[in-house]
């Protein structure tokens, strides 16, 4: 059964920093384009960053790249994403998913989604 699990989550201060993780079963990660995903209390979710398998390029969603990286560790069969200085506004459920596209899909294009991980920024 393939299976994408998402964890590292949890509720920290302005400035902090959490590492995510998404951690393949029955797959092997590097061989797919991995995004992760972010949806807000009573908003749409929204990809905000992917890890390509064709050649390693990231991608993020407009100024995240300031804070935020993506990362692949083979070896644990598991794609990270870095967060730094974390906002009141990143707050929101996390998720990673297999794109598809090659880091050009869209929310509509995931076929499965995981429980995703709850990040909570708060002062």
């Known amino acids: 059964q393939v299976q994408l699990v998402e964890s590292g989550g949890g509720l920290v201060q302005p400035g902090d920093s959490l590492r995510l993780s998404c951690t393949g079963s029955?797959?092997?990660?590097?061989?797919?384009?991995i995004a992760w995903f972010r949806q807000p209390p009573g908003k749409e979710r929204q990809g905000i960053s992917c890890?390509?398998?064709?050649?390693?390029?990231?991608y993020y969603l407009g100024s995240l790249k300031e804070r935020f990286t993506i990362s692949r560790d083979n070896a644990k069969n598991t794609v990270h994403f870095q967060m730094n200085n974390l906002q009141l506004d990143d707050t929101a459920v996390y998720f990673c998913?297999?794109?598809?596209?090659?880091?050009?899909?869209?929310?509509?294009?995931?076929?499965?989604w995981g429980q995703g991980t709850q990040v909570t920024v708060s002062s």
């Open positions: 998913a297999i794109d598809p596209l090659e880091c050009e899909g869209t929310r509509s294009d995931i076929d499965s």
């Open positions: 029955g797959i092997t990660l590097e061989r797919y384009s």
């Open positions: 890890i390509s398998s064709r050649d390693g390029s990231t």
